[in-house]
């Protein structure tokens, strides 16, 4: 019986980052995971929107949680800030009945839905680990990952109960999945570390710094291919690791790709994209 869950998509899963998306689906088909969209669900805010107006950002939040409600089944995402940033404002509701009160007055005018707080929120590494078991993807595997790889979570998903049963300070479970794909997990102090993605606009010399420092960190430990589990960080840390180099002087080339990505080709879907990834990584270096 496959698990069903409603799924968000995150910020950028359909636009500057297609690959997220186009490789979530074929992934969780294989592993068993029915994913059913949320019609009309909007962006998580990013964090970005909450600067500007944080009621706003809670309400329209509120207003993704009671779609999930109403559907009967918790979220997924395949993003660590989309997570991230859903378990906040979920939180900040089931902790403050006068907010929550305040804000479905709003979302019964505006939309005609109520929410309870029974909802969860996951990413979809948490449900591998936690729900499926790594047994799962091992049975699934058709191409090993023969080579090492540096797993990057992103600071926004390590907080209590936004992280699954993992370690808040010292998780370990994208690393085990990277062993259950065939792949040699590196060990890194920069995987939980911000590349500084809402900064990109206003202070993008420091975000540049903050990629390539990342970037030099699993270079440093023999990392020859990044996997994100954030859609947000995986886009920054490989659309602008040039610009990094250039602006630091700093060696970053290095493949960067999604999770969802090194799933999906593991599984044998997209043999071609693989196939490019592995003369990428063969071929990539100092």
Known sequence: MPTKLAYHPGNVAHSSATEVSQTMGPACRSLGIELVP???ATSCGAGIIRQANDILQVTLNARNFAIAESMGMDIVTPCATTAGNLHEDLTRLKDDPLLLAKTNEILRRTCGLTLTGEVSVHHLLHIIVDDLGLDKVESQLRNPMNFKIAGFYGPNMQQKGACGGDDVYDPNYLERLIESMGGQPVSWESRTASVGVPGLFSEESTVLKQVASV??????????????TCTLSHTVLDIYQGKARRSTGVSTNIPVI????LLAFGFGHYNNRLAQLKTRVAVIGD
């Open 258 to 261: 999604h999770m969802t990505e």
């Open 38 to 40: 949320m019609k009309g």
């Open 215 to 228: 970037i030099s960190d699993a270079k440093s430990e023999g990392a020859r291919l990044i996997v994100s």
